[in-house]
């Protein structure tokens, strides 16, 4: 069964630091990552995502694609504690999407 | 672009009574919308893959007669929760992709079911 596994958390980090989600991967197969997030009560909302091995940035985020150690990471520089909610990490595998369970971040002011 | 209106947002309901909720794709032709729930403090589940045209597809353990999906057209899907109980309730979440090998899901705000 293809598996996306995260950390769930609470990870806690201080206003202004870089908080690092990871997330790893099964099926070597994949071609697309993504990255939700969600905050209490709402649906998921795109953040980022990637295709290519390497780094991709977009403001003050920044994914992480590693496919021969079948991982993806997202890096939040100057962290707010309007970043605390759940980051979802989604992988797209042939034509299913298959979700990770999410990893819950409290920026603390 | 690629925006998913979900309709209603919240609704309660009486045990036995059945709840219909819709999912359009605004702005662009959706083929195949994702129907999800989730539970509080948990993962997201995938129900159904809706298919414009045709049955959907529903995920192992997901009664097909209980939650009903139509997709009859491309921009369009439904959810009925039929015979709701209790147990129903949960935050149930349409998306929909534009297509093509690294389309991202696009989601709807969530419908929050309570069922009394």
């Known amino acids: 069964q293809k598996e996306v596994e995260q950390n769930s958390g609470p990870l806690s980090v201080p206003e202004g630091a870089i908080a690092s989600l990871n997330c790893t991967y099964s099926?070597?197969?994949?071609?697309?990552f993504f990255w939700y997030r969600q905050y209490s009560g709402k649906s998921p909302e795109l953040i980022m995502f990637?295709?290519?091995?390497g780094d991709k940035e977009d403001g003050r985020f920044t994914a992480q694609l590693n496919k021969a150690s079948q991982y993806v990471s997202l890096l939040i520089r100057d962290s707010q504690p309007s970043d605390s909610a759940t980051y979802l990490c989604?992988?797209?595998?042939?034509?299913?999407?298959?979700f990770g369970p999410g990893t819950r971040l409290s920026v603390l002011p | 672009g690629a925006v998913v209106s979900q309709h209603p947002s919240r609704v309660i309901c009486k045990s036995g009574t059945s709840v219909k909720i819709e999912c359009r794709s605004l702005?662009?032709?959706?083929?195949?919308m994702f129907w999800y729930r989730q539970f509080p403090k948990q993962s997201l589940m995938l129900m159904a893959t809706?298919?414009?045209?045709?049955?959907?597809?529903?995920e192992q353990g997901v009664e097909k007669d209980k939650f009903l999906i139509n997709h009859a057209s491309l921009t369009l899907s439904t959810l009925t929760v039929t015979s709701a109980h209790p147990e129903d309730s949960s935050f149930y979440i349409c998306?929909?992709?534009?297509?093509?090998?690294?389309?991202?899901?696009?989601f709807g705000n969530g419908t929050r079911l309570t069922v009394t």
């Open positions: 998306s929909a992709t534009l297509g093509g090998s690294n389309s991202p899901l696009h």
């Open positions: 099926d070597r197969g994949s071609q697309s």
């Open positions: 990637i295709y290519s091995n």
């Open positions: 989604a992988v797209m595998s042939g034509q299913n999407f298959v």
């Open positions: 702005d662009f032709q959706a083929t195949t």
């Open positions: 809706s298919n414009e045209g045709s049955k959907a597809t529903y």
